[in-house]
């Protein structure tokens, strides 16, 4: 017991001599406040004029940057002067234990944290006039989870520097990439798609996503992933500094030692990706869940069942019963005796970069990866878990694709089919004026060659591909892709095993690329009647119709003036600031005086003619909304198509596996239906949607790979 006190008292005594030396040496006292203040400064004047959400978002950047500031020069900088100074010496002589000795330190530079946190948010409260109001538990948790990794940081570079020339170097090499990648001091949308991913591997990344997580008030399951991450990033990152820690200044790292320090320096660096990796397979779904279905409608069948049991086992199902049969030991239930169970649906085209509001409508303190998952989070909440990105941004994409397939992003399961592939100055170059690089987006190919050799550099990272060939039509025209060059792309896509799904203005353009072998139409026609010899050849060869009617409709409804509110699900996940932009403005009314409200009822009334004879004559509909265009949202805009196909001539069971076990086979996704061996992508409503399509409103939950993902009282 005396031991102990003794052990205690000297680390006390230790923090206290710690916390003296941090403002008597002029380096740490610059790293410890002057840095980060001077940053609050000038950021203060810079970005002081945003929202309150985006000036809270600041303060976030001034305080991530003032913990790795802190963690790493004050922490590494007072110990590499200790050891210069023969100060560590005098401590080992004592004899003080090396873990007291650490621990006195980390203690020490966490004070001095916190007192330079706390400076910093006060000082950037007042200067850019925001209001705390801020979940401070959740900022103490982040907070601290943060400086330890950051502190881990520090004591490394201490370990590893001979003296305080070096160390400033080396703390160097580490700090500036952090502040650089994280978005702490330039925002993610401008960093390179490739740098963002290696940015994704560091510390502060995660320190700066769990403190923008605060100030946009979401709950605590946002906090958990980064924080735990960053704490056993710190715990890992303190073991090694206390195997390398050096008492003497003659102590030298030899060359396999100096080894050692930079794998354990790059272990410690990208811990968290690997931590966050880790949970997302340790809490990937799993056991076994059994639902009692009073209706179930299994996703290729004509009528509903009565009283179905289904088995989930590890995400998938595994049994489906007629009746109520016992459930295995342990098994979660669910209760759905008064419900009809069915599969959930699916949007085959969206564009994931626009929120279907007017112009570039950004929502404060929300940058692009966020706004995307957020449009993702609204398509489960409409009970749409499947969706096809088309002429996205194709890195961002993909991070996101392979996110959500490793269980690190809750959305839906994404299809991927990258840039556009369309003529020089073709559609939709066009709407990408704005950007300094547009290829990510689409790509333009005059020639066979050109088509293939576009193709091949990005193939083997896509799941389908799309081609644009129209010339649009009215005032909106564009130059249209040669014959020549469409049917070189679809024949190189087939080489690849990738399906083809063409954007088509007219009814030419519908007859010409069914003839060069496209697997899919997009829109169809809005001007003209797609001819019978057309849709025979489509419904011979199961050519896809995806004809997007709710894109006409949300135009429609816009030049009208109308209130996008009064459709279900719109104003729960549409955000208020992009339903108020097709309303609000002198240059909205220019817009919609040029789109022309007759000139759109009439292209909504040809297309939907267009379905119903295509649906007559056999030609595979699947549902695709093209949501992120004007009024069309993401999510809302599926529960509009299903309704405009009922209305074009579809039985509502029709439209029904349009939009599921239609859909999810055209994606090549093992969902749609509710059979054995397919993923428990399911949903949960009231009243009978085979009969009624409107029933699909009134969703009362929606479950992903057994789980559950939106559950409403």
């Excluded at 020490?108 to 850019?128: D, E, N, P, R």
């Excluded at 500094?241 to 100096?258: C, D, G, S, V």
């Excluded at 930079?262 to 931590?275: C, D, E, G, M, R």
């Excluded at 060069?516 to 050519?543: C, N, P, W, Y």
Aim: one cysteine or more.
């Amino acid at each position: 017991m005396f031991k102990e006190m003794v052990e205690l008292h000297a680390l006390w005594r230790n923090t206290q001599v710690n916390i003296a030396m941090n403002f008597r040496d002029r380096q740490a006292l610059f790293w410890n406040f002057g840095f980060p203040l001077g940053f609050a400064l000038i950021f203060s004047a810079i970005f002081g004029r945003g929202t309150a959400q985006e000036r809270g978002t600041v303060i976030m950047q001034i305080v991530a940057i003032t913990l790795a500031s802190n963690g790493i020069f004050g922490t590494a900088i007072p110990l590499v002067t200790m050891r210069e100074q023969h100060i560590l010496r005098r401590y080992r002589v004592t004899p003080l234990p090396l873990t007291t000795l650490l621990l006195s330190v980390t203690f020490a530079q966490l004070l001095v944290i916190v007192l330079a946190t706390t400076l910093v948010i006060a000082l950037m409260a007042v200067l850019l006039k925001v209001p705390l109001i801020l979940d401070w538990g959740q900022l103490a948790v982040a907070v601290l989870s943060g400086a330890m990794a950051m502190l881990a940081l520090g004591l490394i570079v201490a370990a590893v520097a001979d003296n305080t020339k070096v160390a400033p170097s080396i703390a160097q090499l580490i700090f500036m990439p952090m502040i650089f990648l994280s978005g702490a001091t330039v925002p993610d949308f401008l960093i390179p798609p490739s740098w963002q991913q290696v940015g994704e591997f560091l510390p502060l990344t995660h320190v700066f996503r769990a403190c923008k997580a605060i100030v946009v008030g979401k709950s605590w399951d946002a906090l958990v992933s980064p924080t735990v991450a960053l704490l056993i990033t710190a715990a890992v990152g303190l073991w090694f500094a206390h195997a390398l820690f050096r008492w003497e200044p003659e102590e030298k790292l030899l060359t396999p030692a100096r080894l050692k320090v930079i794998a354990a320096t790059l272990l410690v660096l990208t811990f968290p990706k690997w931590t966050d990796m880790m949970l997302a397979f340790l809490f990937k779904p799993r056991g076994t869940v059994v639902i009692y279905a009073g209706r179930l409608w299994d996703g290729f069948s004509d009528r509903l069942r009565e009283q179905v049991t289904v088995v989930i086992r590890d995400g998938r199902v595994v049994e489906v019963h007629n009746g109520f049969v016992s459930a295995p030991r342990f098994a979660r239930i669910v209760d759905a005796k008064g419900l009809t169970v069915l599969p959930s649906l699916c949007d085959a085209h969206v564009h994931l970069g626009a929120d279907g509001g007017f112009a570039f409508t950004a929502i404060a303190g929300e940058n692009e990866r966020e706004a995307m998952e957020r449009r993702l989070r609204g398509y489960l909440r409409c009970g749409v878990t499947m969706v096809k990105s088309c002429g996205d941004h194709t890195d961002r994409m993909m991070r996101l694709r392979d996110r959500e397939r490793q269980g690190g992003l809750t959305a839906p399961r994404l299809v991927v089919v990258g840039p556009a592939f369309t003529a020089p100055k073709g559609h939709p170059t066009e709407l990408f004026f704005w950007a300094p690089d547009i290829r990510p987006f689409v790509r333009q190919v005059d020639t066979p060659k050109e088509a293939t050799d576009e193709f091949t550099d990005v193939a083997k990272r896509l799941d389908g591909i799309k081609a644009v060939y129209g010339k649009g039509f009215g005032r909106s025209t564009y130059p249209r892709m040669k014959r020549e060059v469409l049917a070189a792309l679809i024949e190189k896509a087939h080489q690849f095993g990738l399906k083809v799904t063409v954007h088509t203005d007219t009814a030419e353009d519908v007859r010409t690329a069914v003839e060069l072998g496209a697997d899919g139409i997009e829109h169809g026609s809005f001007v003209d009647a797609i001819d019978d010899v057309t849709l025979q050849a489509m419904a011979k060869r199961k050519v896809i119709f995806v004809p997007t009617l709710s894109v006409a409709e949300g135009a429609r409804k816009v030049s009208a003036g109308g209130s996008p509110d009064d459709e279900p699900f719109v104003s729960e996940v549409v955000p208020k600031k992009v339903r108020e932009s097709l309303s609000e403005g002198g240059w909205v009314a220019m817009l919609r005086q040029g789109m022309q409200l007759s000139r759109w009822d009439e292209h909504l009334k040809t297309n939907m003619e267009n379905v119903r004879r295509a649906y007559q004559a056999g030609v595979p509909i699947v549902c695709g909304t093209d949501a992120g265009n004007p009024g069309t949202f993401h999510g809302p805009a599926v529960h509009r198509e299903l309704r405009l196909l009922v209305q074009a001539g579809l039985p509502a069971v029709e439209a029904l596996k349009a939009a599921t076990s239609r859909c999810a086979q055209w994606l090549g996704i093992d969902a749609g239906i509710i059979a054995e061996g397919q993923w428990a992508d399911l949903i949960a409503v009231q009243g009978d949607p085979t009969q009624d399509i409107t029933a699909l409103t009134r969703l009362r939950w929606v479950m992903k790979g057994g789980q559950f993902v939106v559950q409403q009282e």
